[in-house]
Structure formats: C-alpha cells, structure tokens
C-alpha cells in the first residue's frame, strides 16, 4: 500500500473561517478522498498558525492573553471542517508541545549547518504579510500590494536564514523534479522568483515575546516562517517520533498562490539544510473572489461557507467549490453562479438521472434493479469517464474530474431518452437498457463521492448497493458490470431539490 500525505495551509488565527479557507480545505479533502479509492494509506493535515505578532496585536485588542485568544478561534476552524465534511487525520495548533519541539530541532539543524547567522535588520516589514519588503516590492506611499496598508519601518537584531546561497540548489532540485508544481504556469512563477536572486530572511525576533524560543539564544522567538511552516513535518513526528516521520514525509501541499515564495522557495531551502528531503509537491491554487477582489476583512467582502451550507447543503456547496474554477485560475464566487450550477449539474443531472431510472424500476421492474448488459454502449463512455477523471485527479484538477464523471450522467439521461423506457412494456430489452442507467449510476457513486460524499452514498444505497461507497477500490471499481441486478431499489425524496 503507497502512502500519501496532503496537508492544508494552516490558517491564521486573526479571521473565522471564510470560503477563502473553505476552498482549499475542501479540495485537499476531495483529493485524500480519491487516494483512499485508489486504495492508498492516506494521511490528511490541517490546522491553525497561532502565533505572531498580529495574533498577540488581536489578542491585547480584545483584552486577552495570547493562549486565551487561539484557544477561543481554533475551535471554530475544527467545527466549521467537521461541518463541511472534512476528512482530516489530524489538526495541528502550532502552539502544542510537539509543535514547539520540532521547531527547536529543525532551528537548531539549520543553525548547526551554518546557514542561521545573527545580523541586524533595518527595513519596511508589513505586520499583516509577516514580512519584510524592499522599496520596489512596495505601492506608492510604502503601501503592502496585498494588503494596501502602510508599511513600517523595523531595525533590530534579527538571525537570518542565508536563503541566498540556495539559489543553485533549488534550480537544481527542480529540474531533477519536473512538474512538482502544479498547475505548471504557478511552477514557472516559482521559478522565476528563485531565478530573479534570492535574498537572506529573518528566523527571529526579539521585539516579539508571542512565539517559540531559538533553542541557542532565548532572547530570540521564532519568525513566522520557521514556525508555520515547519507544521508539515512536527504533525508528523519530526523531532519526537523519527520513525512515524519517516514514513509519512514528503507530503503534498496545497497553497494558495500569495504563498508561493514561502513554500516555493523558502521551504524546500529550509528542509536542504536541516538534511531533510523537499515535499513531494504542491497544488497552488488561485483565489476565490467576491466582486473581483480576494476575501479579507478589511473590505468587508468576507463570505461564511456555513451560511451557504445552511441554504444549499453540505454536497451542493462543496460540488460547486470544486466544479466551478480550475484549479490554479482565479475564480469570482456569486451566490447566482452557486445556485445555477446547483439546478444545472446536481438537481437537473444528476439527481433527476436517479429519479427517473428508480421511478421506471419502480413501475416496469416490480422495484428490482435489472443487471447491465456486458456490450452496452454505456460501457465505453464509462471506462473514458474513468481515465479522464484519473488523469484529472492526478494533474490536481478536481473541475475536470468532476466534468469527467458528468459525462457518464449526461450520456446515460441521452441513453434513456433515445429509448424512453417509461413508455415500453415490460421486456428483455426494457431490462437491460435500465440495467445498464442503474450500472452507469453505480459507477457515477464511486467517481462523485470525493466531491460529493453523502450524496454518492444515497445513490449507492438507493439502487439497493450494500455497504459504503467510500469502501469501494479502483479501478476495479469503475469497471463496466459491477451491478449485480436483483437488487431492491428506491426512489425516495428529490436528491438535489430546485433551488
């Protein structure tokens, strides 16, 4: 059994929630959904970033400790997962113990090598982006290009990680690692930030009291990148169980393309040299905007996932984050892109599909499912559904895979209507052509159910399939002739109702 390891950004503790959040968290979700079909040991990380100083900045806003104000936030994130269908294995706070120990050990290998070294640091730094700029990274007016604030102007004693001499390192590691980046173009932005030159990045602070000690010098806590980022490797045992670590690392991250140069090129340069090996890959995905701008408190265009869920289901939401933008673009979420893809692809497709197959087994099959025919012309268009949707999978696309498994649907309502069997007899013929609608359906359970969950296991069970669909293994099952016929099957009540 092959081993994979997807992990989320871990998300700052300053904001609930938001769909910005939600995005990425659900197609990390569907993609561990789609390796433990392919039968893989899958291990799925998420978690919070809780410290900084823009956590202790809230934290003192809103007259409470630092430990005080996490502990209040990170639940939220957790609940709003549970709510949302996220399978994750673990959840990681950067403020627990076995956090802080694999920070110290990855600090303290780094320092050992030769690559942390303590200078003084005089700059422009942007409180909200944890990082320092140069006066060409820099709007008009010393304003930060993310966050549109002004910028301020820092000078202390600061450790430094010479990211500089990686330069050749990290051209090197990926020319000997093609397409670890996906989509490719995010790849060629990697690239040409490392090629553009790299310059050394603080690891420490001393004006700051809420982070982790340097393990050599305690005056000093930990910046930002050295402690979010090392989240990958301390949730799975780097610096208190070497064995667990060895089997899970390296793992694949999903990011969000802002964050490119910190997991781009800082990390893998980081884990060179701690001695450890870079991640297997990343999927860098664009930003969901509401009226053409990304998310962020500041212009008030935050929206709640869970308010959506409430109105239009866990599965309609999650199919639509995951159906409407490839993976990579930038996407422009609006309330009436949600509910026409809702009615087009779910209630009109997909749910009408298992209406009007389990209402004809109903009426011309005293409601006993027919087996398919081995020849049927469903066959082929589910064995090419099958591979694009793999392919999909693969190249970190879920919109393509869904698009593939949607081609089953659409292509087997075409089978019924050219042969109207709620218009025919009784016969071999009416049998088999509803034996192949119930096959193509069970096939559509397992290649939907990353995406949408419980609504793949209410076909499953509709069509009489015992068990979970989540226990189903592929290929095999995506093969034509896995339904046994003879099954009871139910209509029940609209799967997906009109919105």
Not at 89 to 114: M, N, P
Not at 163 to 173: E, G, N, V, Y
Not at 304 to 311: H, M
Not at 356 to 374: L, Q, W
């Amino acid at each position: 059994m092959s081993r994979y390891f997807i992990t989320t950004p871990i998300y700052y503790v300053t904001a609930k929630p938001h769909l910005g959040h939600a995005y990425t968290t659900i197609i990390a979700d569907a993609l561990a959904r789609w390796h433990r079909l392919l039968g893989d040991d899958v291990h799925f990380l998420v978690g919070t970033d809780e410290h900084g100083q823009k956590v202790a900045d809230y934290a003192e806003a809103a007259g409470k400790s630092p430990q005080e104000f996490v502990d209040e936030i990170a639940p939220l994130y957790a609940q709003a997962w549970e709510r949302l269908g996220i399978t994750n294995s673990d959840f990681i706070r950067t403020t627990e113990q076995r956090h802080k120990i694999g920070v110290a050990e990855l600090l303290q290998r780094c320092y050992d090598a030769g690559d942390i070294e303590l200078d003084v640091y005089k700059g422009k730094y942007c409180v909200a982006c944890e990082e320092y700029y140069t006066d060409d990274e820099l709007d008009e007016g010393d304003l930060c290009r993310i966050h549109k604030r002004k910028v301020e102007y820092y000078e202390e004693e600061n450790y430094f990680f010479r990211l500089s001499r990686f330069q050749q390192r990290l051209l090197d590691w990926y020319d000997a690692h093609p397409g670890s980046i996906k989509p490719e173009f995010r790849g060629n932005e990697a690239l040409g930030l490392i090629r553009g030159g790299l310059r050394d990045f603080s690891v420490s602070r001393t004006s700051l009291k809420w982070g982790i000690p340097l393990p050599w010098d305690s005056k000093h806590v930990a910046y930002v990148w050295f402690d979010a980022l090392a989240n990958y490797i301390t949730a799975i045992g780097y610096g208190s169980d070497e064995q667990r670590f060895n089997d899970w690392w390296p793992g694949h991250h999903l990011i969000g393309k802002d964050i490119i140069r910190h997991h781009c090129v800082y990390w893998p340069a980081m884990l060179m040299s701690a001695g450890l090996e870079p991640p297997a890959g990343w999927g860098v995905g664009g930003w969901l905007l509401v009226g053409g701008e990304k998310m962020s408190k500041t212009s008030g265009n935050v929206v709640n996932p869970l308010d959506l869920v409430d109105e239009i289901g866990v599965d309609g939401f999650r199919y639509y984050v995951l159906a409407e933008t490839a993976y990579g673009q930038d996407g422009d979420f609006t309330y009436e892109g949600l509910i026409a893809r809702y009615n087009s692809d779910l209630a009109n497709n997909l749910g009408n599909l298992l209406s009007r197959v389990a209402t004809v087994v109903g009426k011309k099959c005293d409601g006993i499912g027919p087996a398919p025919a081995p020849d049927s012309t469903l066959a082929a268009v589910a064995t090419q559904a099958y591979a694009n949707a793999a392919e999909a999978w693969n190249d970190m696309q879920p919109s393509k895979a869904l698009d593939a498994a949607w081609t089953l649907i659409r292509a087997t309502n075409a089978y019924l209507e050219a042969n109207e069997p709620w218009k025919a007899e009784p016969s071999p013929a009416l049998y088999t052509v509803m034996g192949d609608a119930l096959e193509a359906l069970r096939i559509v359970a397992v290649l939907a159910s990353p995406a949408v969950p419980a609504s793949s296991q209410a076909v499953w069970e509709r069509i009489g399939l015992p068990g979970q669909v989540t226990d189903q293994r592929l290929p095999e099952a995506a093969g034509w002739g896995g339904y046994p016929g003879g099954l009871t099957v139910v209509k029940g009540d609209p799967l997906f109702p009109r919105r």
